[in-house]
């Protein structure tokens, strides 16, 4: 280097390696990964305690490209709002300024649209870039990116929705994919006309995949291991106040155990993990009335049976059913729900796998949603088994995003007066070494 005055050359010469200044690596208090309702909310409620906050995902990709056209969504649009900081952006709000009416049921398309225009609101700033690795490094966490960027956080939320955890169960792991798939896996079933296929399940899924199908031409055989549980009319704008009282309206359906479940989102948790299994064991999902005659006597209903054997006949499925019937089908369609199992979650990596404490496969959290690894939290889905059957919902967003927001903000506090706090002074009772 020469100096000339107050200014520097640097003469580089031909041979000489010179590596490129290092792109410094994104610090931030929390990164959130997963962009559908659970992760959305959680970032909002987190950059309202004041964090730097980054979101990677595709914005309700789950949503947009994994549920099939012409869905119908369960539950009212006043119980489907994503959550954040003094509930400005709700589902009414964005409706008044909308084409669409609040009618019920809610078409999923309104959905979308309002769930992508409370993230322009809320969380503006989405990185759609999926994350390859999350491990622990020290007291942070380290992320890779797929387009091999990485960045540090404080802390991490997996929201990472269902898709992860579709459950498969045999015997149709033995088909090839060609001829079976998962419900989550389809999105426009037109490309079923004119084709025979097997639905597998008795939930709500599985019945309005059902509908679905036979109104784009399809041929469809429904296995159901119990009985089809069709709910009553929805009556939510008509009860009268006795009926209020005796079961009052909440998001999930009406009843006083789902109104506590909802006004009351973290007392599920203090309950005997025993006790709370068999509560989840026992909820049972039913096909909502509306889908009645959608299906009745439009296709074929196996109920109270299961699938003995499926195999491949000639390029076709040959399934065996227990009612003794055989069914030759052209594809066969898993609405067989999902299960929990963090070993799916292949993002995370094996030393911080190896360190998060399960049972079942499932995460063992805190009352904060916070994993035995500190900094590593777990909503949605992944969380039901701990808080209870209102995270299967929407309506769960707000309740744990603002749990996990002040958790993450707690312990920023913490760690930062952990740094800033002086030394004790020496004292004759305290000699130096």
């Known amino acids: 280097m020469v100096t000339f005055g107050t200014e520097s050359l640097v003469i580089v010469a031909p041979n000489m390696n010179i590596s490129p200044p290092s792109v410094p690596c994104a610090r931030y208090d929390a990164v959130v990964v997963g962009a559908g309702p659970y992760g959305l909310s959680t970032a909002a409620h987190l950059r309202g305690r004041g964090l730097t906050v980054a979101v990677f995902g595709k914005p309700l990709e789950l949503w947009r490209r994994h549920m099939p056209k012409g869905m119908l969504l369960r539950s009212h649009w006043w119980a489907t709002s994503l959550s954040a900081p003094g509930e400005q952006y709700g589902f009414e709000r964005f409706l008044r300024a909308s084409k669409y009416e609040t009618r019920y049921p809610v078409p999923i398309e309104a959905f979308i649209d309002y769930a992508l225009w409370f993230q322009h609101h809320a969380v503006p700033d989405v990185d759609e870039t999926y994350v390859a690795s999350v491990q622990r490094q020290r007291d942070s966490f380290l992320l890779t990116l797929e387009d091999g960027r990485t960045v540090q956080s404080a802390a991490v939320v997996m929201a990472v929705g269902l898709y992860y955890y579709a459950a498969r169960a045999e015997p149709y792991g033995r088909l090839p994919g060609r001829l079976v798939s998962h419900s989550c896996e389809h999105h426009d079933l037109g490309a079923f006309k004119g084709r025979r296929v097997i639905v597998v399940g008795g939930g709500q899924s599985a019945i309005e995949y059902t509908a679905l199908l036979h109104e784009a031409g399809a041929a469809v055989h429904v296995v159901a291991r119990r009985p089809i549980l069709w709910l009553p009319p929805d009556r939510a704008n008509e009860r009268t106040r006795l009926e209020r009282m005796l079961a009052p309206n909440a998001s999930i359906a009406p009843g006083w155990r789902n109104w506590i479940l909802e006004h009351f989102p973290y007392l599920f948790y203090r309950f005997p993990q025993d006790s709370k299994d068999r509560y989840n064991g026992n909820y049972v999902s039913g096909a909502t009335d509306w889908l009645r005659e959608r299906v009745i006597g439009k296709a074929t209903l196996h109920e109270g049976h299961t699938v003995v054997e499926a195999t491949e006949v000639d390029g076709r499925v040959a399934a065996t059913i227990s009612d003794g019937t055989t069914v030759r089908a052209d594809h066969a369609i898993l609405a067989t729900g999902y299960r929990v199992d963090l070993n799916k979650l292949t993002m995370l990596h094996p030393s911080l796998l190896s360190d998060v404490k399960t049972d079942r496969a499932i995460p063992i959290l805190s009352?904060?949603?916070?994993?035995?690894?500190?900094?590593?939290?777990?909503?949605?889905?992944?969380?039901?088994?701990?808080?209870?059957?209102?995270?299967?919902?929407?309506?769960?967003?707000?309740?744990?995003?603002?749990?996990?927001?002040a958790s993450v903000a707690r312990q920023k506090i913490a760690t930062r007066y952990a740094v800033t706090r002086p030394a004790p002074e020496l004292t004759e009772r305290q000699p130096a070494a």
């Open 367 to 405: 009352p904060s949603f916070e994993s035995s690894v500190a900094g590593l939290y777990f909503v949605g889905l992944t969380s039901l088994r701990a808080f209870g059957p209102l995270y299967r919902f929407v309506a769960g967003c707000k309740a744990a995003g603002r749990r996990v927001a």
